[in-house]
């Protein structure tokens, strides 16, 4: 083991997923020295390659909220929903179902910090792939959410409605689009039985996608490499509390730097402990497959309603997503979850083998659905930005201006107080009076 000074002036970056390289950018761009950290290359791990690349303005109140407990059963997997909690992992999860509960009940509260990052996502991840000269990335086409059936219409009007109360602009979508979504289902079906279902759809004009997730990290890593940024693949071990610095230990050696940044996603829990911080956040693992030169039925994500199934057009693909499965970080992938998705896509009219290649990645969510953003107590400068659930690619930008302005001492353009890990209370491994 050997051990390295990498200065006061260096800030390490911890995790080199889209959160991470968002981070490394931006600090570099403000002219810190920035040293990148991750044990795999980077956006080729965890959800930050996977994600459905939707960039989601609409979801302004984080997710848990009285009706949802109500309706809890109707979402679960055994059900035909996206949900699944397997018996085995009930008590485990007991204390984070149990935080998830009292969230539900202060979800207005939680939503006017939420609210303020989500709702100006777009523009601020515009900005950083301006900076880094990638903003054929991003489309701002907005996205559809659509359902057919008798109780089409219903389904709209109410989902319109609930818009309309977190002041979302909502608009119908068009209706040659609900006549090919439709078309594209009766096509899937046996001849006789090919008469297109009603349709009902919204069009949120202030959402995005981009055309690759891991391409979006990717350009914002290289923009902060030419910019001076250092990557290092390294596997993390530790994280702790030094006299006057912060020491990392890798399997190489160990490194001493003036300030972190804890980007790991859901493996950033032991890393924050040592400085009594508490993350009690659960791998909400997803799942999507993908069609390659499948053409899209729209220029913008589709979300089908009754299926719980996000479609997106992406850079010589579209890609499907779905589930929250809570089975545990090392959980072998469940292979019925990819079946389903391509059999309900078929069911859709997509082209779609029964069979084919499909991904499962950990979402790093935290039981009141409000990400995990700010600095450590103490004097040294450990910060953190993590646990941003479904929405790490959509609150990037945003989290990576905010961790900017932490690190600089200065008031973040937005409260983040609602962030703040001590929200969960202290952790038992602190080790800050030892630096003390």
Sequence with gaps: MTESNCGTGTVAVIGAGIIGCAVA??????????????????????????????IATEQVQPLPSPHLLLHFWRELFAFGGPVDIPARRLITLAPWLGRFAAAAFRQKDNARYFDPLVRGAADALERLLDQVGRRDLL???????????????ACAAQERHQASTWEVTATPAPPELLRAIAAAAASARPAGLRTPEPAAGLWYPGSAHVLDPAQVAGALLTGALQKGATLQRADVRSVTPAAKAIEISTEGGTLLVGSAVICAGVWSPPFVAPFGLRAPIEAERGYHVELPDHPPLADAPLMYGDYRVAVTPMASRLRASSYLEFAGLGAAPDPRKPARLRSVLRRLGYQCDPEGPSWMGPRPTLPDYLPAIGRAPGPLDLFYAFGHQHLGLTLSAVTAELIADLLAAREPRFDVSAFDLRRFGSSRGSRLSSSS
């Design 25 to 54: 950018w931006t600090l570099t761009r403000s002219g810190r020295r920035v040293l990148l950290l991750d044990r795999a290359e980077p956006a080729t791990a965890g959800a930050s390659f996977g994600n459905v690349g939707h």
């Design 139 to 153: 489309r701002r086409h907005g996205h559809y959410a659509v359902w057919l059936g008798p109780n089409s219409v």
